[in-house]
């Protein structure tokens, strides 16, 4: 009996980037709005963040060859693209990256490039009808809920079944993403997922290994929001956690 599907998922956030900084700065000043470069798909790593995708190679390189990504995967975002990237070039991995959509960020629509403050501020109807609905399944006008980010996720994981079966692949994308990709393939709960999101944002370029059994429907995360390959290199990590009452 062959391979059926994927034998092994390690999901990684971008490194941190200037949007990341940027949102950081304003949440601390009380600003109600994030002074962003660019639009979301065009936001670029930090210096820090550079570094963090340059020691996550290091540690790829490290691995044995039996362990290191046959395979990856990206969102087509730059942060994530470029992280991507710059670990494969360090690692010495002779991968191409697969840049897809369906691992994009989530889309915050109406709420884009708001703080918490902003959102009170300026969107205080759908600050409450959040608050009502819940962060699983709020969706902000011109924007996704996380059960959307769901239905994209299940048509990814179904495709990486067909086109890389039994292998190992790498996806870097972005946090909501990870915690979603979680929630789909270990069957967690809304109640679950939401309870993991909030007790430790996912760091940047951290990593979490999902494994399962041939023949298994559900996986089990062996390794979660793990950023010691990171202080090993000598890179800073860093996380931004999520707007609690908003969005990610």
């Known amino acids: 009996m062959g391979a059926t599907g994927v034998s092994e998922l390690l999901l990684v956030r971008h490194g941190e980037s200037v949007g990341n900084t940027a949102a950081r700065a304003a949440q601390a000043a009380g600003e109600e709005v994030i002074d962003v470069p660019a639009r979301d798909p065009d936001v670029v790593l930090s210096p820090t963040g550079e ?11 490290d691995l044995p060859p039996g362990d290191r990504p046959e395979s990856v995967w990206a969102s ?57 609905v819940g962060k699983f399944y709020y969706r902000p ?6 059960a959307d980010l769901a239905l994209r996720i299940r048509s990814l994981l179904a495709d990486l079944d067909r086109y890389e079966d039994g292998r190992r692949v790498l996806l870097v994308c972005h946090d909501a993403v990870i915690m979603v990709i979680r929630y789909v393939c270990e ?57 609690t009452d908003v969005g990610d």
């Open 51 to 61: 570094e963090q995708a340059r020691a996550l190679g290091g540690w790829l390189g």
């Open 141 to 146: 006008p011109g924007g996704e809920s996380w």
């Open 76 to 132: 087509p975002y730059v942060r994530a693209a470029e992280t991507a990237r710059l670990a494969l070039e360090v690692g010495g991995l002779p991968t191409a990256v697969v840049l897809d959509e369906r691992l994009r960020d989530r889309e915050l629509g109406v709420l884009d490039r708001l703080t918490a403050a902003g959102v009170d501020a300026q969107q205080p109807d759908e600050a409450e009808r959040r608050r009502w």
């Open 187 to 243: 069957g967690l709960t809304e109640e679950q997922v939401m309870a993991a999101s909030r007790a430790a944002p996912v760091a940047n370029a951290s990593v979490t290994r999902l494994v399962r059994a041939p023949g298994e429907r559900l996986w089990t995360a062996d390794v979660v929001n793990a950023v010691g390959h990171l202080e090993a290199r000598g890179a800073t990590p860093t996380a931004q956690p999520g707007r």
